[in-house]
């Protein structure tokens, strides 16, 4: 009888003749790799628009830079703050370090404001009506990499002490004297790329520590728990150069926070497909001698599951592909091609190595056969100890799960329904430099504007208005709204006559909701009028932080409308194609989402009562969404698979799902703590994005561990009885 064609697999990849073949071509492929191309964190961030030209924020921001050459380029924000009041002679120091930067220009820079020509009585009229903060602008080219600009700041602190006889940069607020920070775009972009890159090191370390730990306490073998960091490890190391090779060549866009989540993504993942065949493994070493055998028999029980759990994850994620927000879109490939090569890894590389360690890899407690165990007890002269039933937890529960099915379903639906609702009081922002550290340089920049400047100061709104050759002054009617505060004198276009900029400051925060509602009325409100002065196809744009926010709100939820049905009906046609059971599919596609909407709930309650986050950040439903989702069907395919075999196998309906939660309970329960915990690892980085993504996702991954999988699922298979393969006819026996 011929070998099915995954146990030939097995004996190929790990094989006692193969298994060394196929361990050094990862290794050397791996340094091949990165001797030849760079790897994905050397090279150089994207920093670019992160929503299509379309939009009205992109419009104005590109008519402003060709018709306002003194706005052009991306600003750097220096903020001046002394608590006891700037002085004249501050001011002095000021305009001398603008007056050296006007005959030394920085790379980059492209325009200054003349502060050194001014008379220092009218540049201490800018100040704060308080007197105690001067904000004073750089612009630098939009085409300048992020470690040019990096370097900037670097002479301008040095340029800043030679002039001031001190750093103020480096002072702490709550010191006496002046201080100056780097904000605005520049500061921002800067800052962050310094977070990432300090994040990416930080997370390897803690997701390899947390990963050893558990599955030291797990399994208590130090051999097994270094197999999976080994095998994941090296498959980084050819996804590394591979991603770096596709952003060098413009294939690409690298985005650091995409590479940051990644390394958890796959070291969680990887992890959890590697305990998958290493579980079955060791269950076939308890009852088959033969190490090689017995490998290529657990490769053939393991690699379907895996594969069909792997083809979820890497589908699931490279809808991301389909966003028009750059952000998630420059998500789809580092995420979907990394588990794809780990995915790999995990079904070629760990063969071999577990063929190379055989049982060795269990150390101290290595599997043996029955007649194996009773040689060792009389080479030692000890008694033969009873074998254990394996799996006697996870059998009873799935033995109380098919006895008391409806009962499970309700207080199980109960509380991730209950959770589910709490999702809807969840409040959201739309700008970057709220996750940024407290004390980062450029959100201290931010705080000094915001506390000592009129809220709509921070950000002014930008209105253009093409006047189609009319002379025309809307300066008064746009005053008289109730949301403006202040409108500043109308400018006109350098080369365009018909251009004018009207600066408004809004009468409240720029960067709240509320104030992206106002720009939304503000739409409304300059249209009409417009049409009061004949002009009822003039052109107008909006720009400014504010409708910039508002543009990326609604890009971000346009996206959330596409990929999320889209992910879901992808899915379900995967889940439908390997089970071939139209009612079992519905109902793990449902699960998951509702597990979704519950880790969301769920992930508020801690984020906004335990932590104190006023607000959750705009890209968490669709990040977490994306994960939860093809995350969780990792766990129910593998599940399934074993109810499937055993019910081909002739075991009665319950008891095929009983014993399928008895033989998959354990391997499920670690990998969702590993994955869980790797996710976690995210909240410890100071950078509010990553800490709130990683809760809502842990939490998602613990639900469905504990209460989806174990309890929902079966129990919703139960209670359909044999509906629940229908249509698939082998099964309906």
Excluded at 399 to 419: H, N
Excluded at 508 to 524: E, G, L, R, T, V
Aim: charged share 15%; hydrophobic share 50%; with cysteine.
């Amino acid at each position: 009888m011929s070998k099915h064609p995954l146990e030939k697999w097995g004996s190929l990849m790990g094989g006692k003749n193969t298994r060394w073949v196929v361990a050094a071509l990862w290794i050397v492929f791996a340094f091949v790799l990165a001797f030849i191309f760079p790897q994905i964190n050397s090279v150089e961030n994207y920093a670019g628009e992160e929503i299509p030209e379309t939009y009205t924020s992109i419009q104005a921001g590109k008519i402003i830079e060709e018709q306002f050459a003194t706005d052009s380029g991306i600003p750097l924000l220096i903020t001046w703050y002394n608590e006891s009041g700037l002085t004249e002679q501050d001011v002095t120091n000021i305009q001398g370090l603008y007056k050296e930067l006007a005959q030394n220009p920085l790379p980059g820079q492209e325009t200054i404001p003349p502060f050194h020509e001014m008379p220092v009585q009218a540049l201490m009229g800018s100040l704060s009506e308080n007197g105690a903060a001067l904000v004073t602008p750089i612009f630098f080219s939009a085409d300048e990499t992020t470690e040019v600009l990096k370097e900037n700041l670097q002479v301008l602190a040095e340029k800043t002490e030679v002039q001031f006889g001190e750093n103020p940069y480096e002072n702490k607020l709550e010191d006496e004297g002046l201080h100056a920070r780097f904000s605005g775009p520049v500061g921002i972009s800067v800052d962050a790329t310094d977070l990432f890159k300090s994040a990416d090191v930080q997370l390897m370390i803690a997701t390899v520590i947390i990963i050893l730990v558990i599955l030291l306490v797990i399994y208590r073998s130090p051999i097994l728990a270094i197999i999976p960091l080994a095998v994941v490890g090296i498959a980084f190391l050819v996804v590394s150069p591979l991603l770096g090779a596709m952003a060098e060549n413009g294939w690409i866009d690298k985005d650091a926070q995409a590479v940051s989540i990644m390394i958890v993504l796959l070291f969680g993942a990887g992890t959890d497909y590697c305990l998958f065949l290493i579980t079955r493994y060791r269950d076939k070493l308890l009852t088959e001698e033969n190490k090689f055998t017995a490998l290529a028999q657990a490769v053939r029980e393991s690699t379907g599951a895996i594969v069909m759990s792997g083809l979820t994850v890497v589908i699931g994620l490279a809808t991301l592909g389909l966003a028009d927000y750059g952000a998630f879109q420059r998500f789809a490939v580092p995420f979907s091609f990394g588990v794809l090569i780990t995915g790999f890894a995990v079904v070629t590389l760990l063969p071999a190595i577990l063929g190379i360690l055989g049982r060795a890899a269990f150390w101290p407690f290595i599997p043996r056969t029955e007649i194996a165990e009773k040689a060792q007890a009389e080479k030692k002269n000890k008694a033969l100890k009873a074998r254990k039933e394996n799996h006697r937890f996870m059998r009873a529960v799935g033995e109380f799960v098919t006895a008391k099915p409806l009962l499970v379903i309700v207080v199980a639906g109960a509380i991730l329904i209950g959770l589910a609702f709490t999702s809807t009081n969840i409040k959201y922002n739309y700008d970057l430099i709220s996750s940024f550290p407290e004390d980062m340089q450029s959100r201290e920049g931010f705080t000094i504007i915001e506390e000592n400047f009129t809220a709509g100061e921070l950000a002014p709104v930008q209105l253009l208005v093409d006047t189609q050759g009319k002379e025309i002054n809307i300066g008064e009617q746009l005053a008289n709204l109730p949301y403006v505060g202040v409108v500043k004198d109308v400018r006109t276009g350098e080369t365009n006559a018909n251009i004018q900029l009207y600066e408004i400051e809004l009468n409240k925060d720029p960067y709240s909701n509320a104030a992206m509602d106002d720009i939304k009325q503000m739409k409304i409100d300059v249209k009409s009028i417009l049409a009061d002065h004949s002009l009822a196809d003039g052109a107008f744009w909006i720009g400014g932080e504010t409708s910039s926010q508002l543009d990326n709100k609604v890009v971000q939820l346009g996206d959330e409308k596409l990929i999320q049905p889209v992910m879901i009906m992808i899915i379900f046609v995967v889940l439908l194609v390997y089970l071939r059971a139209v009612i079992t599919s519905i109902q793990l596609m449902i699960t998951v989402v509702i597990s979704f909407f519950s880790a969301l709930g769920a992930g508020w309650l801690i984020i906004h009562y335990g932590l104190g986050h006023e607000a959750m950040a705009s890209a968490i439903p669709l990040y977490s969404f994306v994960f939860i989702i093809a995350l969780g069907n990792d766990y129910n395919i593998f599940m399934i698979s074993d109810i499937w075999k055993n019910r081909k196998h002739g075991i009665e309906h319950k008891k095929a799902i009983s014993e399928g939660i008895a033989s998959t309970g354990a391997v499920i329960t670690s990998a969702g703590l590993i994955l869980a915990g790797t996710f976690l690892v995210l909240a410890s980085l100071p950078i509010q994005l990553l800490v709130q993504f990683g809760i809502v996702t842990a939490v998602g991954i613990l639900l469905d561990t504990f209460v989806v999988r174990p309890l929902l699922v079966p129990a919703l298979i139960t209670v359909f009885g044999k509906w629940s393969y229908w249509p698939n006819k082998k099964l309906l026996k």
